[in-house]
C-alpha cells in the first residue's frame, strides 16, 4: 500500500491578514518534507467558496509550485471539477497537460463535480445534471489529451469543434484518471469506466475489502473504459495525526477531526451559510462540547500512536486498499504538530509497508493483465482523420480592389498578403 497527503488548505476562523499566505508557504514546505521522506501522493481538490473547509480554489498553480520543489512525488488533482460551469473540457485538458510537462509526468487527474449548494448554484450548475455532465467532459477531455488531432463534439452539454490540443502531456495518452467516491455506487461506476477510485473512509477493513472486492468484480466483468488507458486502483482518506504518545494524538486529531466533520455536514447537509460571515470553527466548538467532546467522523481514522496507526493500516493493506491518503492538515493542528507527525510516519511506519508494496503491486497487476486487456479491447475508437479546414477571419474579407490607391507603404502590405493568401489556398487545395 502507497500514501498520499491530502491539502485542502482548511483554515478556521478567525483569520488573521497573513494567515492565507502562511497556510500556502506552509503546505509547500509541507510537499517538499514529504518528497524528502518518502510519500507517494500529494493530493489537492478544487473547491470553491467553502470558507474555513477549504481554500484550495486553484490546486492546478499549488500544484505547479509544489512541482518545482519536489522530484519523486506524484501530484494528484482529487478533484478537478468538470461541469462545464466550472471548467470547460479544453482547458482542463490543457492545465493538466502542461502541468504533467512541469512535473516530468507526475500528474494523478481526479475529477468529480461537487454536491455543495454553494458551489453549484455559485457557478450556474444544474444539480440534477452535474453527473453526466461530469463524465461527458471527462469522455472528451481524454480524447483531447490523446487525439491529433481532436475530431471535435457535439454532445448535450458539451460541444467543440475539431482541434488539436497542444501541448499533450508528458504521459501518454493521458494521465491516471481517478473519480471521487462518496457511495458504493459510484466506486462500481469507477470499475466500469476503468478509472481509480478515491474513495470514502471506511468503519473498518471488513467494509474495505467489501468495497474492493466489488470494484475488482466489477472492472473484471463490465469495464468499458472512458479513457484511453485504465488505472484500477481503489484509495481511501483517512483523517490523521501520528504522535508517540496515543492520548495526545487523540486530543489533538480528535478536536481537528471534529471540525473537519462539521464542516463537511455544513456545507453538504444541514448548514446555513452566510457568505463572508458564519463562523465555522465557533459552530463546530458548541456542537462538540454538547456532544461529549467529539463529533462521530464516518468511518474509521489513523490518529493515535505509530502502533495504533500501523494495525489500522493493515487492516487496509489486506483488504486490498491500494493508497490510503492522510488527511494530514485539518482543524487547528498548528505548522510543527503536523510536521512531527508526517516524521514520525515516515520514520516508524511507512518502512513496513514500503517493504511489501513492490510485490504486492505485481501480483495485482499480474492477476488483472487479462482483464485489462479485454476491456481495452472493447473500447471503441474512432478512426483518424484529418480536420476541417479552418479559415483565419482575413480570408473572409473583400479582396482591397485597388492597392495602388493607398500609400506605398500600406499597398505593399496588402499586396503581399494577398500574395500569401493565394498561396494557402494553392496548398490546401
Known amino acids: 500500500m502507497e500514501f498520499g497527503l491530502y491539502f485542502a488548505q482548511q483554515l478556521p476562523r478567525p483569520w488573521g491578514p497573513d494567515d492565507e499566505l502562511d497556510l500556502f508557504q506552509e503546505s509547500l514546505d509541507q510537499v517538499e518534507l514529504a518528497d524528502r521522506l518518502g510519500y507517494g501522493y500529494a493530493w489537492a481538490p478544487e473547491q470553491h467558496f467553502l470558507e474555513e473547509y477549504s481554500h484550495s480554489s486553484a490546486p492546478e498553480v499549488f500544484l505547479a509550485a509544489a512541482g518545482q520543489r519536489t522530484r519523486t512525488i506524484r501530484l494528484g488533482h482529487a478533484v478537478v471539477l468538470m461541469p462545464p460551469g466550472y471548467n470547460e473540457p479544453a482547458r482542463v485538458a490543457e492545465r493538466i497537460a502542461t502541468l504533467d510537462l512541469l512535473t516530468r509526468g507526475r500528474v494523478e487527474f481526479g475529477i468529480g463535480h461537487s454536491k455543495t449548494r454553494v458551489e453549484l448554484e455559485g457557478f450556474g450548475v444544474d444539480p440534477r445534471l452535474r453527473h453526466e455532465m461530469s463524465l461527458e467532459a471527462l469522455g472528451q477531455v ?157 468511518g474509521g481514522h489513523a490518529i493515535g500512536s505509530p502502533e495504533e496507526v500501523t494495525a489500522l493500516l493493515r487492516g487496509y493493506q489486506e483488504a486490498g486498499i491500494d493508497q490510503t491518503i492522510l488527511l494530514h492538515q485539518f482543524g487547528r493542528l498548528p505548522y510543527d504538530q503536523v510536521r512531527a507527525s508526517l516524521e514520525l510516519f515516515a520514520a516508524e511506519v511507512m518502512p513496513g509497508f514500503a517493504a511489501e508494496h513492490a510485490a504486492i503491486r505485481a501480483r495485482r497487476d499480474e492477476e488483472l493483465a487479462p482483464y485489462v486487456e479485454a476491456a481495452l479491447a472493447r473500447r471503441e475508437r474512432g478512426a483518424p482523420a484529418p480536420a476541417p479546414l479552418v479559415d483565419a477571419y482575413g480570408l473572409s474579407r473583400p479582396p482591397v480592389e485597388d492597392p495602388d490607391a493607398h500609400p506605398p507603404h500600406i499597398r505593399d502590405v496588402l499586396l503581399e498578403l494577398a500574395r500569401m493568401a493565394a498561396t494557402a489556398r494553392r496548398l490546401d487545395s
Open 142 to 298: 481524454t480524447e483531447m489529451m490523446a487525439r491529433e488531432p481532436y475530431p471535435g463534439h457535439v454532445g448535450t452539454h458539451f460541444s467543440m469543434p475539431a482541434r488539436n490540443l497542444v501541448p499533450k502531456p508528458a504521459q501518454r495518452p493521458h494521465p491516471p484518471l481517478w473519480i471521487a467516491c462518496s457511495d458504493d455506487e459510484t466506486v462500481r461506476l469507477a470499475a466500469r469506466l476503468g478509472i481509480g477510485a478515491l474513495a470514502h473512509s471506511f468503519f473498518d477493513a471488513a467494509e474495505a475489502h467489501a468495497v474492493v472486492e466489488g470494484y475488482t468484480e466489477t472492472f473484471k466483468r463490465d469495464c468499458v473504459p472512458i479513457g484511453h488507458t485504465v488505472n484500477p486502483r481503489v484509495a481511501t482518506m483517512v483523517p490523521f495525526h501520528c504522535h508517540p504518545d496515543a492520548e495526545v494524538a487523540r486530543t489533538r486529531g480528535e478536536r481537528a477531526g471534529s471540525f473537519f466533520t462539521y464542516a463537511v455536514r455544513h456545507y453538504h447537509v444541514f448548514g446555513r451559510h452566510r457568505p463572508g460571515d458564519t463562523n465555522l470553527w465557533e459552530r463546530s466548538e458548541i456542537v462538540r462540547k454538547e456532544l461529549g467532546g467529539s463529533i462521530p467522523h464516518r
